[in-house]
């Protein structure tokens, strides 16, 4: 009795039928019309620059090129150039610890900041104002402003380790091949962590305030709330975060030419110094543009990866 008076009480669905024969066609035209300038923006400006940087790779292209007009193929001469120069290989090295180490403390850092601010306290909307301003300052800026501060002679960082008697003749931040990298990745994880800081931060404000309140009610620790509420909840913006500081950091090029220019050494040389080396220093731009594809494949196995990972996320609900 009361399964039929539930059904009887249940409002009835409205099917709203679709286009149907001539006005399907023209739905589905005016579709495409609204979508058609975002095709054309991006196979203009990003579709013809990738497929004219492929064929360039296999193209003896250099400056005289530009005045004859003839750039011969050169099959994969410029691939095996590349390949077997040992700065190739150096470089990738370097490109992945630059990544992993800035990502990892810029993640780490940021997370831990963020935290730490969604605790409100008096002045905390002030301070994480003026956290932001590394992230706001011109990357160049910043790394003419780091290279006075690590000067092994003249550096603010020098003198003060001299002051309290840490180092005596100051560390060669910037001129020591075992050095340099590490003096990079710390300057860029400077940079970097108000983003991951803005990003985190807001992605904590959507956790629900009373889940925590629910576990303090369980006798749970704020560890254990932390790895069972606040990481599960927050991965979908820290997989935004880590995918656009990999996007950003693995082709880098503007903080590594004002800090060290790739060296002392080759000590700081990444894909995108390699890159700019050849095409620009070197002129030779077909195997410029080999060492820009393989970062461009490098970046597109990371997208696949985290798309992959994103759609098996939403698949199980997470």
Do not use: C
């Not at 091949?177 to 803005?198: D, E, K, R, T």
Request: hydrophobic share 50%; proline share 6%; glycine share 8%.
């Amino acid at each position: 009795m009361s399964t039929a008076v539930s059904s009887a009480a249940a409002p009835a669905k409205t099917v709203v039928p679709g286009p149907t024969g001539p006005h399907r066609g023209r739905h589905s035209l005016l579709r495409w019309l609204f979508v058609l300038p975002a095709l054309v923006y991006m196979a203009l400006f990003f579709g013809y620059p990738l497929v004219r940087n492929i064929v360039m790779s296999f193209q003896e292209y250099t400056p005289r090129t530009y005045f004859t007009g003839e750039a011969p193929f050169n099959g994969l001469d410029n691939w095996r150039a590349v390949f077997s120069n040992e700065l190739f290989a150096d470089s990738l090295w370097h490109t992945a610890v630059f990544t992993v180490g800035s990502l990892a403390g810029q993640f780490t850092i940021g997370l831990a900041l963020a935290v730490f601010f969604s605790r409100r306290f008096r002045l905390s909307g002030v301070i994480r104002a003026v956290l932001l301003l590394p992230w706001l300052v011109p990357m160049v800026v910043s790394a003419v402003v780091w290279r006075r501060v690590l000067d092994q002679d003249h550096g603010i960082l020098n003198t003060a380790l001299r002051t309290i008697g840490l180092a005596d003749g100051g560390v060669p931040w910037l001129s020591s091949p075992s050095v340099a990298l590490l003096s990079a990745i710390l300057v860029n994880i400077w940079i970097g962590i108000p983003f991951n800081m803005v990003i985190l931060y807001g992605g904590l404000q959507e956790i629900p305030r009373q889940l925590y309140e629910a576990a303090s009610l369980d006798g749970a620790s704020p560890w254990r709330a932390f790895r069972g509420i606040t990481l599960p909840l927050l991965r979908p913006v820290v997989t935004v975060v880590l995918v656009l500081g990999f996007m950003s950091t693995v082709k880098i090029l503007d903080l590594i030419l004002a800090l060290t220019s790739g060296g002392p050494a080759d000590a700081t040389q990444t894909l995108g110094t390699v890159t700019y080396q050849l095409s620009f220093l070197q002129l030779d731009f077909g195997q410029g543009a080999v060492v820009g594809n393989v970062l461009i494949l490098i970046s597109a196995v990371f997208a696949v990866l985290y798309l992959r990972a994103n759609r098996a996320d939403v698949g199980t609900g997470k």
